[in-house]
């Protein structure tokens, strides 16, 4: 079975542009969730959705959004990129057990993106 | 003061030795994460506990709720478990707050 899929790998964009991350959950998996590592830094979390509704948002501006397709994939969109947006995206999905509000979260491989 | 502490740091040892990482957090918690990371960005999930003890492999991780404590232990060390090694607890609010992380290199 695939683990959770991330794509594309690496991509370099310029200040101000915009760009949409892609990520496909362990098949079952109906949780997705984002975060953001800053090279040298610990992730921090960005949105996370379940059964294609936000559950939770992390300190980030409104620059960021997401959004959670019926397959249970999703999208990380960041607009009106800045350098400091140049970072690893890791998605993680998980799948919450009926009267359990947590799971075990398995995690991609990452979405590079560097801003110039 | 930072929600989730690990120690050390860093951590060099020699093959074989027993390796121990310790986890501190001052939030209420539903559950607590182990996550490997290795150079390039890949995260694997080691552990999730809520309570007691887990064992996988050489690998041990505990988590003393009372206390808000946990460690991490790796027994029988090999080059090959050199990575940073993640502590992340997820709050009452579902999201995970992440440890800074103990790079650990293991030689040969």
Redesign the interface.
Known sequence: DAGVTQSPTHLIKTRGQQVTLRCSPISGHKSV?W?Q?VLG?????IF?YYEKEE??R?NFPDRFSARQFPNYSSELNVNALLLGDSA?Y?C?SSSPRYGQ???????G??T?LTVL | KNEVEQSPQNLTAQEGEFITINCSYSVGISALHWLQQHPGGGIVSLFMLSSGKKKHGRLIATINIQEKHSSLHITASHPRDSAVYICAVMDSNYQLIWGAGTKLIIKP
């Open positions: 969730s975060y590592q830094q610990g992730p921090q979390f996370q559950r939770g992390g690893l890791l993680a509000l947590y799971n075990e979260q398995f995690f491989p990452g590079r």
